[in-house]
């Protein structure tokens, strides 16, 4: 299957501070999904971008499906940003492992 | 706005019991799945279904079986719960395969 691989595995930021994670894919792909998880488990979808760039607010992402990764932009980094963001491609979903974003106030 | 919902946040069953978890959406959509997310594990696909009676497995179905006699609903049953299958299970449905929207979870625990 493919593999998917996300960076960094943790992040700290200080409440206002840009970041971006990344996700990287062993493979081409047709599908792929951001998501954050929320503290009670549910993951909420952000962008489906399985090429191009797209913005919703504070954030945008980017992928660039023949160099197979995509990128994630968090602006202005509030604490309710706080969880883990998954990266996930393809028909049955393969999820990275997520990166863990802790926005401190 | 897509809605999945699942039957319970939290369970907790016994050792042995059959039990059965459900996912309702109301999309129309004909694409259902069933994942379950563990620590150090991440999320892994169990079954889906892209069709009324038609289902596959995914890339841990064993201990598992799945339902899907109406459009919107998907259920996933554990013939009989082991302590191995205490996890998060978590239900999706997509319109194409492709774009994915979930539900809220079952936290199920087997004691």
């Known amino acids: 299957g493919i593999q998917v691989e996300q960076s960094p595995p943790d992040l700290i930021l200080q409440e206002g501070a840009n970041s971006t994670l990344r996700c990287n894919f062993s493979?081409?792909?047709?599908?792929l999904q951001w998501f954050h998880q929320n503290p009670w488990g549910q993951l909420i979808n952000l962008f489906y971008?399985?090429?191009g760039t797209k913005q919703n607010g504070r954030l945008s992402a980017t992928t660039v499906a023949t160099e197979r990764y995509s990128l994630l932009y968090i602006s202005s980094s509030q604490t309710t940003d706080s969880g883990v963001y998954f990266c996930?491609?393809?028909?049955?979903?393969?999820f990275g492992a997520g990166t863990t974003v802790t926005v401190r106030a | 706005d897509v809605k999945v919902t699942q039957s319970s946040r939290y369970l907790v069953k016994r050792t042995g019991e059959k039990v059965f978890l459900e996912c309702v959406q109301d999309m129309d959509h004909e694409n259902m799945f069933w994942y379950r997310q563990d620590p150090g594990l991440g999320l892994r696909l169990i079954y889906f279904?892209?069709?009324?009676?038609?289902?596959e497995k995914g890339d841990i179905p064993e201990g598992y079986s799945v339902s899907r006699e109406k459009k919107e609903r998907f259920s996933l049953i554990l013939e009989s719960a082991s302590t191995n299958q205490t996890s998060m299970y978590l239900c999706?449905?997509?319109?194409?395969?492709?774009?994915?929207?979930f539900g809220p979870g079952t936290r199920l625990t087997v004691t």
């Open positions: 996930a491609v393809d028909y049955k979903l393969s």
């Open positions: 999706a449905s997509s319109p194409d395969g492709y774009e994915q929207y």
């Open positions: 279904s892209y069709d009324v009676k038609m289902k």
């Open positions: 971008i399985p090429s």
């Open positions: 493979d081409s792909v047709n599908n």
